[in-house]
């Protein structure tokens, strides 16, 4: 299946109703963290798919600032900011919409001040997943695997986006040197030549990896 992200990624930026004003000295919403655990805990606590659909809705639906609405896949992405800290994490959670996820940036109240945790949710129809965003412009297989592993103290998926030509072969080697002997990563969602992939650690140590990414068609 070939999944290719659009070329225009323009931000079509704009703000949702809030129903309060944001604090203006730090342009955010007051969000009440205690509150969102709860909503995150019923989401993954829900009994059945239709009642987790339906928890996953109510929280999407919640007052947070809209930063871009994908027109094909209505995917959003969303923080409790009218800022995203980082550029190249508002373009990464761009391509993640266009590949049809909804993004939520994880409010920084969740964490203790120098010791944030993930970047993201990951969120489509009964799927709620934490993930660390890398944007990696080097072509070194060792650089690639040290962000995965930084990545991966963080979440158990690591949402990488290659912004450099580097051969297939030599990224296979920065996956793999990243995922061997790391029992804290379960997949890579990958970014590579305006094309996404979603690879499970199994896949990127199989053969299978090499005829994936030279194929340059994506994979889900």
Not at 35 to 43: D, E, H, S, T
Request: positive net charge.
């Amino acid at each position: 299946m070939e999944k290719e992200l659009s070329s225009d990624q323009s931000s079509e930026e704009s703000t949702v109703e809030l129903g309060f004003e944001p604090v203006k000295d730090s342009v955010r919403l007051l969000i009440n963290i205690s509150l969102f655990l709860i909503a995150i805990k019923a989401c993954r606590d829900a009994v059945n798919s239709r009642i987790r659909k339906n928890e996953i809705q109510k929280l999407l639906a919640g007052n947070w600032v809209e930063h871009y609405k994908d027109k094909k896949t209505g995917r959003r992405v969303l923080s409790e900011s009218e800022f995203i800290e980082h550029e190249h994490e508002r373009r990464t959670a761009i391509c993640l919409a266009q590949m049809n996820y909804d993004v939520l940036f994880a409010p920084n109240g969740m964490f203790q001040r120098g010791k944030k945790k993930f970047d993201i949710y990951l969120l489509r129809d009964t799927v709620i997943l934490e993930a660390d965003l890398k944007c990696i412009s080097s072509k070194n297989p060792l650089t690639i695997a040290y962000r995965i592993k930084e990545g991966a103290e963080q979440a158990s998926r690591v949402v990488i986006d290659i912004k450099s030509d580097i051969y297939a072969n030599d990224l296979i080697d920065g996956l793999r040197g990243g995922t061997g002997k790391n029992n804290l990563i379960k997949e890579i969602f990958l970014v590579y030549k305006n094309k996404f992939y979603v690879l499970p650690k199994s896949l990127i140590w199989s053969k299978q990896i090499y005829n994936i990414l030279k194929s340059e068609k994506g994979y889900t």
